[in-house]
């Protein structure tokens, strides 16, 4: 998901560019926020100055991996939570990123058959997956769209057109919004979204911290806004739960995202500088 302000790449669910080279936004040159994040997670599909970005933040905060991996982690704790316990079947996962391992649908139509899932990103690498996404077994949906975060008239519009806006929705924000400066009304994208689902609609979120590591926060930060097209704004604790302003936040709250809800001591214990929490619409 870009964050800088280009032009966004606005174009219909599953309409993957015949080239990536045709993509506007395309340049492997400079790194980009979700090959760099599947650098991190040991993928594949990344360039060297992803690599570069990658290494960058490794050094300057050797936990960065590890802190990638707990967002993962509380992605799919997430989406089983709610695709079970609060028995939603729809999802709008916005800047999903390149697809790994227990990716939205997956955890979502594992929990409960017949979810369905629409995806939105702009890069053109993670767009090229979206073919293998919409390949999804019988009976089950799953849908992309080509834009941009801030452009939320054109993903409602089009996610529309595969999930049910009279029902709830689970709008998926997980690790994105910190490459929307204030500038752009990051808490304005975010009621945008909101206001468009109806009660008992849950926002899933996660965001860099700015205050869980400052000192080392700042040093990836400013090394990452030198190498990439997206500059990072980090945010503490109450700038992310203000975020959830007039949702109801699920137990535990606002936590660094290893500590909500857990699997296993491991998890518990992975240490990461990232802020997650889920709240409810009432």
């Known amino acids: ?59 300057a905060y050797p936990e960065v991996v590890s802190s990638v991996r707990a967002n993962r982690a509380f992605l799919a704790r997430v989406v089983h939570y709610l695709a079970g316990e609060a028995g939603i079947r729809q999802f709008l996962d916005i800047g999903t990123g390149i697809p790994s391992a227990n990716n939205t649908h997956e955890v979502a139509q594992a929990t409960a058959p017949g979810c369905r899932v629409v995806y939105v990103d702009n890069d053109p690498v993670v767009l090229a ?90 040093k990836v930060r400013g090394r990452l806004n030198q190498l990439m097209y997206q500059k990072s704004t980090y945010r503490s604790h109450a700038e992310v739960t203000h975020f959830f302003a007039g949702l109801e936040l699920i137990e535990p709250g606002v936590v660094p995202v290893q500590e909500w809800r857990p699997g296993t001591e491991i998890e518990a214990k992975t240490p990461s500088a990232i802020w997650g929490g889920v709240g409810r619409k009432p």
């Not at 996404?133 to 529309?160: C, F, K, M, S, V």
């Open 1 to 59: 998901m870009t964050g800088e302000k280009a032009p966004v790449t606005g174009g219909g669910s599953g309409q993957i560019p015949a080239s990536e080279d045709e993509h506007p936004t395309f340049d492997t040159s400079v790194a980009h926020v979700a090959r760099m994040y599947d650098y991190l997670l040991g993928g594949k599909e990344n360039y060297a100055a992803d690599r570069e970005a990658g290494d960058a933040a490794i050094q």
């Open 129 to 218: 997956h979206a073919r293998a996404l919409l390949n999804t077994p019988e009976g089950t949906t799953t849908d992309y769209i080509d834009a941009d975060l801030r452009d939320t008239g054109t993903i409602l519009d089009q996610a529309a057109r595969t999930l049910d806006f009279s029902q709830p929705v689970a709008v998926m924000l997980i690790a994105i919004l910190h490459v929307i400066g204030d500038d752009d009304d990051p808490y304005g994208i975010v009621a945008k979204l909101i206001d468009a689902v109806p009660p008992g609609s849950c926002l899933a979120l996660s965001h860099i911290a700015s205050d869980i590591e400052p000192e080392k926060a700042e």
